[in-house]
């Protein structure tokens, strides 16, 4: 009642009117916040996407020391990650694709956007790179991948050698989010409640809501040897038995070639007997933006390892992370006063850890 109340009042918008608060919070960005001056890359070029989409990495789940030994812990985390790199220079709507001539490289510092690049580490236990495994790692030794411009620049200037192949690079926005997130962000910080809870949910599902895949699932009944047939073929979301010979499933229309292959089928066979393999404007979501949310969880991942480094810097230990927060075994504020408090982008201690 009061998340209905409240987006009623403040946004004149219903709460039926999407079906996720992802989608309710696009939708208060685009209406109330959204500067049309200021236009964000929406890319729905599926080569781009799927280059892009290689450099959005998700939060960083660490246990660097799983013992305690005669000392106290403190558990911090940051007052709204996401939302407070959102804050950073965005990737604007002029994208040109540039690719190194000379065994040099490009030159890293004149870019902005994202990049395959080559990577020798500098053997720092913490890993300022990831890579997606099974889960997210973050390496030793030589590897490659696509990354953005400023997580490369950040493992640049902590001794990691990076050579910097291809990629897109992109003019830079500033002040896209900052309305939208201060003024949530206050609303939040002097609300209790469920009239908190609002504030937050809306300020943490924006940002996310720019990263979905640009497909759109089809949702439809199929037989069961349909569906014997399209979980060989396809990304299948989820799917449910109705009766014996009836399932409704959740599909990506887009033919997989990996799953092709994984299933011993003839890829092409199934092109050839399909048809073809292209999207319907139908079948696109029309207002996401991989590059934004890649960059902003990029930002958000350079700010948590500068902290960590300074941590060590100080002789201090670093236990576990999780995405935006952090078990450490000095305080904070011995480190930088200025960490902590309750400003966006700030440190809170949530709790210290007795031994």
């Not at 998700?58 to 940051?78: A, F, H, T």
């Not at 997989?256 to 089928?265: A, L, M, P, Q, S």
């Not at 992370?321 to 075994?329: A, K, N, P, Y």
Request: overall charge neutral.
């Amino acid at each position: 009642v009061e998340f209905s109340k409240t987006l009623f009042l403040l946004y004149d918008v219903q709460m039926t009117e999407n079906l996720t608060i992802s989608g309710i919070a696009m939708k208060i960005f685009l209406k109330k916040y959204y500067d049309k001056n200021k236009p964000l890359p929406l890319i729905n070029n599926k080569k781009i996407f799927g280059d892009i989409k290689s450099a959005y990495y998700w939060g960083r789940v660490e246990v660097y020391n799983p013992l305690i030994k005669d000392s106290n812990l403190y558990y911090y985390d940051v007052n709204s990650l996401y939302p407070f790199s959102s804050l950073n220079s965005l990737p604007g709507n002029d994208c040109e694709y540039i690719e190194s001539l000379d065994s040099s490289g490009l030159y890293l510092r004149d870019l902005f956007g994202f990049f395959h690049a080559e990577i020798k580490t500098n053997n720092h236990y913490l890993g300022l790179l990831p890579i997606k495994n099974t889960n997210l790692i973050f390496p030793n030794g030589n590897f490659e991948g696509i990354w953005s411009s400023e997580e490369l620049k950040f493992a640049e200037a902590n001794g990691y050698e990076i050579k910097v192949l291809r990629g897109y690079n992109f003019n830079k926005i500033n002040n896209i989010f900052n309305s939208y997130v201060k003024d949530l962000y206050e609303k939040k910080s002097n609300s209790l409640g469920a009239s908190k809870a609002v504030y937050k949910s809306l300020l943490n599902n924006l940002i996310g809501r720019f990263g979905l895949n640009i497909n759109k699932p089809i949702n439809k009944n199929v037989s069961l040897k349909d569906l014997d047939y399209i979980l060989s073929t396809r990304d299948v979301y989820n799917y449910h038995k109705i009766t014996d010979d009836n399932y409704l499933i959740s599909i990506n229309p887009i033919i997989n070639k990996k799953i092709c292959f994984d299933h011993g089928i003839d890829y092409f066979k199934v092109l050839n007997k399909e048809g073809n393999n292209k999207l319907e404007d139908s079948n696109l979501f029309s207002d996401v933006s991989i590059a934004i949310s890649a960059m902003i969880t990029a930002y958000s991942r350079n700010f948590m390892n500068k902290i960590k480094l300074e941590i060590l810097s100080k002789g201090g230990k670093v236990y576990y992370m999780d995405t935006d927060s952090l078990v450490i075994d000095i305080p904070l504020d011995f480190i930088n006063p200025n960490y902590v408090g309750k400003n966006l982008g700030q440190f809170k201690l949530e709790h210290k850890i007795l031994e």
